[in-house]
């Protein structure tokens, strides 16, 4: 049973009239019982909450920073018109702040024997799926003085999938992927094994390409070309432990790496390469493998939308175990990881030796940004001195690059804005290489 401020406010009124017209012990039972009496009329009119029947329809997914519509259906078989202030529960996270109230609370009048649709609006603001918690109602007799009010559980599931925001990077990435495929009028090709055709000698070509028999043929120097090659592995694997957990600007690095992923991804299909993903900390968070290029996209979101870092030390070498098993065969392995210096040098770097001496490594961190900020911090005391930790960190993170690069890894070391076509450039250079 609930109380409505109608309720309070006549019986402050009738206290009133009580102390100035009629005071004492009779005076307030004859004023408080009719109203105890409105009471009892109003919860024996009102419609039963336990008997209504609910069921739910909408949106089951969403990218993140779109809306979600989730509809719920009231039916009320009853022989009492329902007068109802209904509320949907969702998590915190399903609305922007402040927004809650108003995106969850539905006022709805159904009449007996009657259904009624209300629509509550979700605009999620994290990633992971949002399952609907009760629906509460607040059921008001004719006189508005009290209500009935009971919950129901209407189970409900949408899943926030991941942005994937850096999408306005892919023309200009398969522009230099069809350049390389040798799909456009540039003279411009991948250092393949396929050989392609003949073209005339262009200062800065490899002399070793120069085809001696056919230039002997021409009045020109020939040089052969090769197609990129196609049909290799790629095998990106997301670091989910603490190094992921750091917020950088208003999101985790974990999703700004998630974002480079799914780009690499997209361009590495419509390169023909089979794309596979592998998230781990200390153990399997989600696994994509064997996905056609149709499929892929919609694999790789539905599996990264649950995953939040683990506030745990990553196993390197499990993770170098699990790579091996899914990589049988030379592949790129594009880790999305950390360069923090510690974890790298006690964890990764012993192990890294295995996987480069039969894979192309690649190894993708997000920087923050706010150290550069830092870096350029002058005219005051804390500013100098905050300058010059940022200026130490930024160094170390320098000599873990500088150190994993003598191991033969390509490193890519980019602020979030631009990690995504920092990896799509670093992934062409390789193919065009013929490193893949």
Same mark, same amino acid.
């Given at each position: 049973?609930?109380? =409505?401020?109608?309720?309070?406010?006549?019986?402050? %009124?009738?206290?009133?009239?009580?102390?100035?017209?009629?005071?004492?012990?009779?005076?307030? %039972?004859?004023?408080?019982?009719?109203?105890?009496?409105?009471?009892?009329?109003?919860?024996?009119?009102?419609?039963p909450?336990? *008997?209504?029947?609910?069921t739910?329809?909408?949106?089951t997914?969403?990218? %993140?920073?779109?809306?979600?519509?989730?509809?719920?259906?009231? =039916?009320?078989?009853?022989?009492?018109?329902?007068?109802?202030?209904?509320?949907?529960?969702?998590?915190?996270?399903?609305?922007?702040?402040?927004?809650?109230?108003a995106?969850?609370?539905?006022?709805?009048?159904?009449?007996?024997?009657?259904?009624?649709?209300?629509?509550?609006?979700?605009?999620?603001?994290r990633?992971?799926?949002?399952?609907?918690?009760?629906?509460?109602?607040?059921?008001?007799?004719?006189?508005?003085?009290?209500?009935?009010?009971?919950?129901?559980?209407?189970?409900?599931?949408?899943?926030?999938?991941?942005?994937?925001?850096?999408? *306005?990077?892919?023309?200009?990435?398969?522009?230099?992927?069809?350049?390389?495929?040798?799909?456009?009028?540039?003279?411009?090709?991948?250092?393949?094994t396929?050989?392609?055709?003949?073209?005339?000698?262009?200062?800065?070509?490899?002399?070793?390409?120069?085809?001696?028999?056919?230039?002997?043929?021409? =009045?020109?120097?020939?040089v052969?070309?090769?197609?990129?090659e196609?049909?290799?592995?790629?095998?990106?694997?997301?670091?989910?432990?603490?190094?992921?957990?750091?917020?950088?600007?208003? !999101?985790?690095?974990?999703?700004?790496?998630?974002?480079?992923?799914?780009?690499?991804?997209?361009?590495?299909?419509?390169?023909?390469?089979?794309?596979?993903?592998?998230?781990?900390?200390?153990?399997?968070?989600?696994?994509?493998?064997?996905?056609?290029?149709?499929? @892929?996209?919609?694999?790789?979101?539905?599996?990264?939308?649950?995953?939040?870092?683990?506030?745990?030390?990553?196993?390197?070498?499990?993770?170098?175990?699990?790579? @091996?098993?899914?990589?049988?065969?030379?592949?790129?392995?594009?880790?999305?990881?950390?360069?923090?210096? !510690?974890?790298?040098?006690?964890?990764?770097?012993?192990?890294?030796?295995?996987?480069?001496?039969?894979?192309?490594?690649?190894?993708?961190?997000?920087?923050?940004?706010?150290?550069?900020? @830092?870096?350029?911090?002058?005219?005051?005391?804390?500013?100098?001195?905050?300058?010059?930790?940022?200026?130490?960190?930024? !160094?170390?993170?320098?000599?873990?690059?500088?150190r994993?690069?003598?191991?033969?890894?390509?490193?890519?070391d980019?602020?979030?804005?631009?990690? !995504?076509?920092?990896?799509?450039?670093?992934?062409?250079?390789?193919?065009?290489?013929?490193?893949?």
């Amino acid at each position: 049973m609930a109380l =409505t401020g109608r309720t309070a406010l006549l019986a402050a %009124l009738g206290a009133l009239a009580v102390g100035v017209l009629l005071p004492g012990w009779s005076g307030i %039972l004859a004023v408080e019982g009719v109203l105890l009496l409105g009471i009892l009329c109003d919860l024996a009119l009102a419609a039963p909450v336990r *008997k209504l029947h609910f069921t739910r329809i909408g949106d089951t997914s969403v990218r %993140l920073g779109e809306t979600a519509n989730v509809t719920l259906t009231v =039916t009320n078989p009853g022989r009492r018109p329902l007068r109802a202030l209904l509320r949907d529960s969702w998590p915190p996270s399903s609305w922007h702040p402040g927004t809650e109230v108003a995106a969850s609370r539905h006022r709805l009048v159904v009449p007996p024997g009657e259904r009624r649709r209300v629509t509550t609006v979700l605009h999620p603001t994290r990633r992971g799926d949002r399952q609907a918690e009760r629906v509460i109602v607040r059921s008001h007799g004719p006189l508005g003085l009290a209500a009935r009010q009971g919950s129901h559980s209407i189970p409900w599931t949408v899943r926030v999938l991941p942005p994937f925001t850096s999408r *306005k990077h892919l023309p200009s990435r398969l522009a230099r992927l069809r350049e390389l495929d040798g799909r456009t009028s540039l003279l411009i090709r991948g250092q393949g094994t396929e050989f392609d055709s003949l073209r005339e000698y262009i200062p800065g070509d490899d002399t070793r390409s120069i085809d001696w028999r056919a230039s002997a043929r021409r =009045t020109t120097v020939a040089v052969r070309t090769w197609r990129p090659e196609r049909d290799r592995h790629i095998l990106i694997v997301l670091d989910t432990s603490r190094t992921s957990a750091g917020r950088v600007g208003d !999101a985790p690095r974990l999703d700004a790496a998630m974002d480079a992923a799914l780009l690499l991804a997209v361009l590495a299909g419509r390169a023909g390469d089979r794309v596979d993903l592998l998230a781990y900390d200390r153990r399997i968070r989600a696994s994509v493998q064997g996905s056609s290029t149709t499929d @892929m996209l919609p694999a790789l979101v539905n599996a990264m939308a649950p995953i939040e870092p683990e506030l745990v030390e990553s196993d390197a070498r499990g993770l170098a175990a699990a790579i @091996m098993q899914r990589a049988p065969r030379r592949s790129l392995v594009v880790l999305l990881t950390g360069l923090d210096a !510690a974890p790298m040098e006690e964890g990764l770097l012993p192990v890294l030796p295995q996987l480069t001496h039969r894979h192309e490594v690649l190894i993708a961190s997000v920087a923050d940004p706010r150290i550069e900020e @830092m870096v350029r911090g002058r005219g005051t005391l804390d500013a100098v001195y905050a300058a010059a930790a940022a200026e130490q960190a930024r !160094a170390e993170r320098r000599r873990t690059s500088q150190r994993l690069s003598r191991h033969g890894i390509t490193v890519v070391d980019a602020p979030p804005t631009d990690i !995504a076509p920092a990896l799509a450039d670093a992934y062409l250079s390789l193919k065009a290489a013929g490193r893949l």
